[in-house]
């Protein structure tokens, strides 16, 4: 190999450890079952991913898992592509019927016409399902089917648990953009962590992915500590979140105070752009407040508030975090 080659695959494999780092954490990872046809896939990767955390708190456990649905075989390279560049564990999904070549002639009210066409249909998965509990990051590919991820796609997420962890859909499709598909999965996984899905023409290539990876650690997170763990968010994308972000690029200290028996509220020392309505929150909501402060919700109040994200955490774990006394949140986008 020259030294160029060597030099390419040095700074791919350090920019797939640095995605790891930045997405799931660093670790090991657990041996996968597969659905139908294999009996098993052990492919327990090296912990390369022990990188010196920065100094911040860093999420300690698992790694990153590829599930996919992919019937004619454009998604199955792409998830596999990711899975070596990552050295993931994969996880195929199959149908425990199988879509034969006339159930997916679509336009001919073909199966997967219809499955598509009924909110209810959930095709049953062959085989064992995979235990996620390991993991930190899941992506998720399929094929678009009537502009939407395929039933069967719903069936997995209503049958797994990836509460806190970070879902990160991807798809391929003849034409079609990724459109709505990847939102429409958030309310059968509302605990997770939804990245953007991202679509990818069918014969993307290896290298094409791994760009992908490139662009996505250039995208900076905002990330909220509180006590020195990082909370699992979903930031909403709008101006008062760009601008958060902003504020917090090299780090900011929040005092929050207890409000009310539902809230902890602080000050951000700077009016961010706003856009209030009149709500009713819930817990783990995040809501700026007149402008320049900062509200989490262990419980619910209606005011006029403009809406920043969620903590993805129960009731029970909000209440427990917010209602024991003041808290000190760190924000900090990297
Ligand atoms: C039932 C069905 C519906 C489809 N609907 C769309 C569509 O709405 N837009 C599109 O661009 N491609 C559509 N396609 C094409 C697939 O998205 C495309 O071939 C995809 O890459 C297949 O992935 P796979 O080989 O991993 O199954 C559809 C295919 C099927 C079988």
Redesign the pocket.
Known sequence: MNLEKRCFKKICFLLAVLLISLLAGCGTQKPVETGSDAESTSNTSPAESQIESETEPTNESGGAIVVYF???????PLAEYIKEELDADIYEIEAKVPYTDDD?K?YTDCR??RE?NDPTARPEIAGELPDLSEYDTVFLGY?????QAPKIIYTFLESVDVSGKTVIPFC?????PIGSSAENLHPLAPNAVWKDGTRFA?GTSREEIKDWFSSMNNQKELKLYIGGTELPVTWLENASVEALKELAADGLTVQMSMYGGFEQVGSLGKSLPKDDKQITTDYGDIVLFSGNQIVLFYGSNSWSYTRLGQINLSKAEMTELLSNGNVTVILKCK
């Open positions: 992919s019937r004619t075989g454009h998604t199955k997916i679509y997967a016409d598509q094929p678009i089917w009537h502009g391929t499709s003849a034409s079609s069918i």
